[in-house]
Nanobody
């Protein structure tokens, strides 16, 4: 069982940066790949990034590649999403998730993740 709590969201101007954190409870955190998803109003939840259990492999959505960086600290049971060069279209509720997908396009599916946080709002103003 893994419980996830996101933090770090907020309001930022276009071109700015934010770092999201996702704190996990449970001793099995390091067994899971960790993903970030986002959902804008009226849209489906979409994949942002995923990191393997060891942190050695990552995979990103094309829309964020080169701007966002996912990382994790297994000693702190925390996964991060560093978001740079933010755009208004990045505005959404951001969710972290734990699962066991392969670290490739398979990780883009929401069904690959069994545990979800409640989300944190990110708003980027133009």
């Amino acid at each position: 069982q893994v419980q996830l709590v996101e933090s770090g969201g907020g309001l930022v101007q276009a071109g700015g940066s934010l770092r999201l954190s996702c704190a996990a409870s449970g001793r099995t955190f390091s067994s899971y790949a960790m993903g970030w998803f986002r959902q804008a109003p009226g849209k489906e939840r979409e994949f942002v990034a995923v990191i393997s259990w060891s942190g050695g492999r990552t995979y990103y959505a094309d829309s964020v590649k080169g701007r966002f960086t996912i990382s994790r600290d297994n000693a702190k049971n925390t996964v991060y999403l560093q978001m740079n060069s933010l755009k208004p279209e990045d505005t959404a509720v951001y969710y972290c998730a734990a699962g066991t997908p392969l670290i490739n396009a398979q990780a883009m599916g929401v069904r690959e993740y069994g545990y979800w946080g409640q989300g944190t709002q990110v708003t980027v103003s133009s």
